[in-house]
T-cell receptor, first 114, second 113 residues
Framework: NAGVTQTPKFQVLKTGQSMTLQCAQD?????MSWYRQDPGMGLRLIHY???????DQGEVPNGYNVSRSTTEDFPLRLLSAAPSQTSVYFC?????????????FGPGTRLTVL | AQKITQTQPGMFVQEKEAVTLDCTYD???????LFWYKQPSSGEMIFLIY??????QNATEGRYSLNFQKARKSANLVISASQLGDSAMYFC??????????FGTGTRLLVSP
């Protein structure tokens, strides 16, 4: 199993540009989430999904869109990038909607918005 | 609202000694999970240990143990016999359902020879 994969690893955008961060998992996990990590602030939840076709907002959803058309994929879209979205983005998945157990994290995408 | 507090921005320990990283949490949910993750300089998030709110015994995973004191709402991580490779950021996190983790701000651990 590859686990949770994220592409790209690094990205530089100009203000106003749009892009999609890709996340895929091959563990047949129901739950998938996106977090952002800013210096000194730990990780904060952006959006999450409890299964294909179902998504919801986390703590910091503004400026981001998600969709979940398959169990495997959970892309994060930046509609109009802003410097405040410069951050490291982590995708995570977990196996059971009823469990409070471990989440598996991808390697992260480092995004810089100029 | 759920909250995790890590009051130690940085900790130093000598190799082979034990170290305790502090974590307190706040939630009104009776059912929750507590986690510790390690983030080395390479940036990935590595799961270390998990404690459920109804677990009677403290969780242990090799050199890691979680000192869970429910009444005090604390979930400290104890690393025994520190190694140079333990130098990293350590995050405490809580899950109160739907796999939505709330993280603390982290503690940077430096292990010296």
């Amino acid at each position: 199993n590859a686990g949770v994969t994220q592409t790209p690893k690094f990205q530089v955008l100009k203000t106003g540009q749009s892009m999609t961060l890709q996340c895929a998992q091959d563990m047949n996990h129901e739950y998938m989430s996106w977090y952002r990590q800013d210096p000194g602030m730990g990780l904060r939840l952006i959006h999450y999904s409890v299964g294909a076709g179902i998504t919801d907002q986390g703590e910091v959803p503004n400026g981001y869109n998600v969709s979940r058309s398959t169990t495997e994929d959970f892309p994060l879209r930046l509609l109009s990038a802003a410097p405040s979205q410069t951050s490291v983005y982590f995708c995570a998945s977990s196996p059971s909607s009823g469990s409070l157990g471990e989440q598996f994290f991808g390697p992260g995408t480092r995004l810089t918005v100029l | 609202a759920q909250k995790i507090t890590q009051t130690q921005p940085g900790m130093f320990v000598q190799e082979k000694e034990a170290v305790t990283l502090d974590c307190t949490y706040d939630t009104s949910d009776p059912s929750y999970g507590l986690f510790w993750y390690k983030q080395p300089s390479s940036g990935e998030m590595i799961f270390l240990i998990y404690q459920g709110s109804y677990d009677q015994q403290n969780a242990t995973e090799g050199r890691y143990s979680l000192n869970f004191q429910k009444a005090r709402k604390s979930a400290n991580l104890v690393i025994s016999a520190s190694q140079l490779g333990d130098s990293a950021m350590y995050f405490c996190a809580m899950n109160t359902g739907f796999q939505k983790l709330v993280f603390g701000t982290g503690t940077r651990l430096l292990v010296s020879p």
